[in-house]
C-alpha cells in the first residue's frame, strides 16, 4: 500500500456512510424521480453501489474508453441487491487498491470517450476524482432524492438533522 495508504482508508470510511445511505432507501420507490431529466431513485443508488469498480479499472488498465469499453452495471431490482453489489464492488476495489504498489499507483491511466480523451492522470488522481468524489457527488444526489421522498437522512460526518 505504501504512501497510498491514506487514500484506501479513507474510502473504506466513505463507504460506511454510503452504506447508512444505501440501506435508508426503501425498494417500492426504486422507480421514483424527481424530474423527467433524472435517474429514477433506484438507477441511482445502483449507480452509487458500482462506483468502487473504478478502482478495478483504474489499477489494471492503462485507459478506459466509454465507446469501446464495458463497464457492468450494477442492477437492482431491491434495495438488497444494490447494497449486496455494493459490498462485492467495494470489496474487490479494496482488494486491488490493497495490493497494489506505489510504481502502479504513479502510472498514468486516461479516461476517453472515443477519440477524445477526458483527462489523463495519475492513478492515484483517477481514484481520487472517479471513485471518491465520484462516489461523495451521486451520494450526496441521493440524500437529496431521500429528503424529497420524507425518508430519513443518515448523517455523513456528524448527525443529521433526522438523527438529533
Keep these: ?17 454510503t452504506r447508512r445511505m444505501l440501506e435508508n432507501i426503501s425498494t ?5 424521480k424527481p ?14 453501489a458500482e462506483i468502487p469498480r473504478w478502482a478495478n479499472h483504474i489499477m ?37 487498491l490493497e495490493h497494489a504498489n506505489d510504481e502502479e499507483w504513479t502510472m498514468n491511466w486516461a479516461f476517453k470517450s472515443g477519440d477524445h480523451t477526458v483527462f489523463d492522470l495519475p492513478r492515484f488522481a483517477a481514484v481520487r476524482s472517479m471513485v471518491m468524489n465520484h462516489l461523495i457527488h451521486h451520494r450526496g ?3 437529496v432524492y ?4 420524507n425518508i430519513p437522512v ?10 438529533r
Design 60 to 96: 489494471t488498465e492503462r485507459e478506459f474508453n466509454m465507446a469501446t469499453n464495458v463497464f457492468d452495471r450494477v442492477k437492482g431490482s431491491s434495495k438488497e441487491e444494490i447494497i449486496t453489489s455494493f459490498e462485492q464492488v467495494l470489496a474487490r476495489a479494496v482488494e486491488v
Design 28 to 32: 417500492d420507490k426504486l422507480t421514483w
Design 35 to 48: 424530474h423527467e431529466k433524472s435517474k429514477t431513485l433506484g438507477q441511482l443508488a445502483a449507480h452509487v
Design 146 to 149: 431521500l429528503r424529497l421522498l
Design 154 to 163: 443518515p448523517g455523513m460526518y456528524g448527525p443529521s438533522a433526522d438523527e
Design 141 to 143: 444526489q441521493l440524500s
Design 1 to 17: 500500500m505504501g504512501q497510498f495508504a491514506a487514500l484506501i482508508h479513507e474510502l473504506k470510511h466513505e463507504a460506511t456512510g
